[in-house]
Nanobody, 125 residues
């Protein structure tokens, strides 16, 4: 079992930065690939970024590539999403997710076992 709690969301102006954190509890965090997803009002949930169990391999949606960086600290049971050069279209609820006991990340939300409650990110123009 893995419990995930996101933090770090908020209101920021376009061009600004935010750093999201996802604190995990449970014995399988270090054995899990992790991902960040987001859902804007009236839109489907979409993949943002993923990181492998080792932290060596990462993957990004084209819309955030070059602006967002995912990382993990296995000693702290935490995964991060550094978001720079934010745009109004980045406004959404951001969710952290875990693929328990899986090495590689995935862009499909159905491949993730555990989800956090989400944190709101609002980017004003």
């Amino acid at each position: 079992q893995v419990q995930l709690v996101e933090s770090g969301g908020g209101l920021v102006q376009a061009g600004g930065s935010l750093r999201l954190s996802c604190a995990a509890s449970g014995r399988t965090f270090s054995n899990s690939a992790m991902g960040w997803f987001r859902q804007a009002p009236g839109k489907e949930r979409e993949f943002v970024a993923g990181i492998s169990r080792s932290g060596i391999n990462t993957d990004y949606a084209n819309s955030v590539k070059g602006r967002f960086t995912i990382s993990r600290g296995n000693a702290k049971n935490t995964v991060y999403l550094q978001m720079n050069s934010l745009k109004p279209e980045d406004t959404a609820v951001y969710y952290c997710a875990a693929r328990a006991d899986i090495v590689s990340t995935s862009t499909s939300g159905t491949d993730y076992t555990y989800w956090g409650q989400g944190t709101q990110v609002t980017v004003s123009s």
